[in-house]
Nanobody, 123 residues
Framework: QVKLVESGGGLVQAGGSLRLSCAAS????????MGWFRQAPGKEREFVSF????????YYTDSVKGRFTISRDNAKNTVYLQMSNLKPEDTAVYYC????????????????WGQGTQVTVSS
């Protein structure tokens, strides 16, 4: 089992920055690729970014490229999402997930989700 706890969300003005953290406990954190997803009110959960187990491969959805940076510290069992130049459309609950990176794709594990952290960007 992997338990994930997100933190770092909050209210920020457009153009501002936030850094989300996801702390993992349980089975070996470094063996998993990690992903960030978000869900806005009335919308389905969508993929934001992932990072491979060693950190050498990252991927971002087009809407956040150049503004968000994913990273991980396997010694601290933590993955981060640095968000800059935030826009009102980034408002959502952000979730981290432990999954698998295989054949240039990220596969989320259905049982390994955090509780989410709210990010609200005001215009």
């Amino acid at each position: 089992q992997v338990k994930l706890v997100e933190s770092g969300g909050g209210l920020v003005q457009a153009g501002g920055s936030l850094r989300l953290s996801c702390a993992a406990s349980g089975r070996t954190f470094s063996s998993y690729a990690m992903g960030w997803f978000r869900q806005a009110p009335g919308k389905e959960r969508e993929f934001v970014s992932f990072i491979s187990w060693g950190g050498s491969t990252t991927y971002y959805t087009d809407s956040v490229k150049g503004r968000f940076t994913i990273s991980r510290d396997n010694a601290k069992n933590t993955v981060y999402l640095q968000m800059s130049n935030l826009k009102p459309e980034d408002t959502a609950v952000y979730y981290c997930n432990a999954g698998t990176y295989f054949s240039d794709a990220y596969y989320p594990e259905s049982d390994y989700w955090g509780q989410g952290t709210q990010v609200t960007v005001s215009s």
